[in-house]
């Protein structure tokens, strides 16, 4: 298993960026998929981005395509989400998650971190 520690959030006005970071302990990080979830108040947690361990094959939900980026760097055991053009909807805890599986971490995410909080002020 890997530990993960998220960073990054913040308050930011609507159509502002933000880039959150994932580092990751562990040896094995490079052969794991990696994802980003969120969780506004009152809602379920929503698959957000993830990025497979073979190809740096990246999928997004459809409300964050073309304004979110999700990307690793496996020399460092991160994994980043850019978010660009952000709306007040946007508002959530953001979740790093990890399985070796990209299927695993679209479906239901896997290991979790402990969160980071974005708001975005309209």
């Known amino acids: 298993q890997v530990q993960l520690v998220e960073s990054g959030g913040g308050l930011v006005q609507a159509g502002g960026s933000l880039r959150l970071s994932c580092a990751a302990s562990?040896?094995?990080?490079?052969?794991?998929?990696m994802g980003w979830f969120r969780q506004a108040p009152g809602k379920e947690r929503e698959f957000v981005a993830a990025?497979?361990?073979?190809?740096?094959?990246?999928y997004y939900a459809d409300s964050v395509k073309g304004r979110f980026t999700i990307s690793r760097d496996n020399a460092k055991n991160t994994v980043y989400l850019q978010m660009n053009s952000l709306k007040p909807e946007d508002t959530a805890v953001y979740y790093c998650a990890a399985d070796p599986n990209v299927l695993v971490v679209i479906r239901a995410g896997g290991s979790w971190g402990q969160g980071t909080q974005v708001t975005v002020s309209s």
């Open positions: 562990g040896r094995t990080f490079s052969s794991y998929a």
């Open positions: 990025i497979s361990w073979s190809f740096g094959s990246t």
